[in-house]
Nanobody, 124 residues
Framework: QVQLVESGGGLVQAGGSLRLSCARS????????MGWFRQAPGKEREFVGV????????YYADSVKGRFTLSRNNAKNTASLQMNSLKPEDTAVYYC?????????????????WGRGTQVTVSS
């Protein structure tokens, strides 16, 4: 019903920047919130941030506040995650997720739609 595809991952040096994008397709009219999660090897999936589609509400994990910025583009039907001042501990597979509802949530189980992930590697 809803398909999500992440892009923009890659290798970057510490202190550098990357911009991840999440392309939405299918029945996107039922999607109102876009979340980002990440998972490093041997670790649990971790919440990164979430934005509602109107763009008036955002919530970030403490570990990325001041460094990561969420946005969305209605014309392109995409959500983006701008990552600045990257650290080696940011290395992970980053996932885009979507759900209905106007409220933002950091709970992964609240998101029924997921992308396949994109690898972000930050070198020292």
């Amino acid at each position: 019903q809803v398909q999500l595809v992440e892009s923009g991952g890659g290798l970057v040096q510490a202190g550098g920047s990357l911009r991840l994008s999440c392309a939405r397709s299918g029945r996107t009219s039922s999607v109102y919130a876009m979340g980002w999660f990440r998972q490093a090897p041997g670790k649990e999936r971790e919440f990164v941030g979430v934005i509602n589609w109107s763009g008036d509400t955002t919530y970030y994990a403490d570990s990325v506040k001041g460094r990561f910025t969420l946005s969305r583009n209605n014309a392109k039907n995409t959500a983006s995650l701008q990552m600045n001042s990257l650290k080696p501990e940011d290395t992970a597979v980053y996932y885009c997720a979507a759900r209905g509802g106007v409220d933002v949530t950091a709970t992964a189980l609240e998101y029924p739609y997921w992308g396949r992930g994109t690898q972000v590697t930050v070198s020292s």
